[in-house]
C-alpha cells in the first residue's frame, strides 16, 4: 500500500493505527489529580471489600472464622459492611464530577 500525504477522509481513522501526532491522549478518568484519586479509592475499597466477603465465605464455611478468633471475625465482617457503601458514595461523587468537568468542556469554559 502506498503512502500519501492525502488528509484522511471525514470521519475515518487516521492511517496506521496512530491517533494523530498533534492529539494528546486524555487519561480514562480525566486530568484532574482529584478524579484520578477518587477513581484509585473507589477500586481500592471495591477490592479490600469483595477480597474481605469471600474470606467470610470461605472461612465460615471451612470453620476457621469460629468462635476461637472472634476479633478476626469481627474485623473481617465490618469491612464489606464499610467498604461497599463508602465505595458506592466514592462512584457517586466521581460520576458527579466528572459530568461537571464534561458539560463545563462542551460549555467552552
Excluded: C, H, W
Aim: net charge positive; charged share 15%.
Amino acid at each position: 500500500m502506498a503512502k500519501t500525504n492525502a488528509p484522511a477522509a471525514k470521519g475515518a481513522a487516521p492511517r496506521g493505527g496512530q491517533q494523530g501526532k498533534d492529539r494528546q491522549r486524555e487519561p480514562f478518568l480525566g486530568s484532574n489529580r482529584v478524579d484520578r484519586v477518587l477513581g484509585g479509592m473507589f477500586i481500592g475499597v471495591m477490592v479490600i471489600s469483595v477480597i474481605a466477603f469471600f474470606v467470610l465465605m470461605i472461612g465460615g464455611g471451612t470453620g476457621m472464622l469460629n468462635d476461637s478468633n472472634t476479633a478476626l471475625y469481627a474485623l473481617v465482617l465490618v469491612i464489606p459492611f464499610v467498604g461497599l457503601p463508602l465505595a458506592i458514595v466514592l462512584l457517586i461523587v466521581l460520576t458527579i464530577r466528572m459530568a461537571m468537568e464534561r458539560r463545563r468542556a462542551n460549555r467552552g469554559d
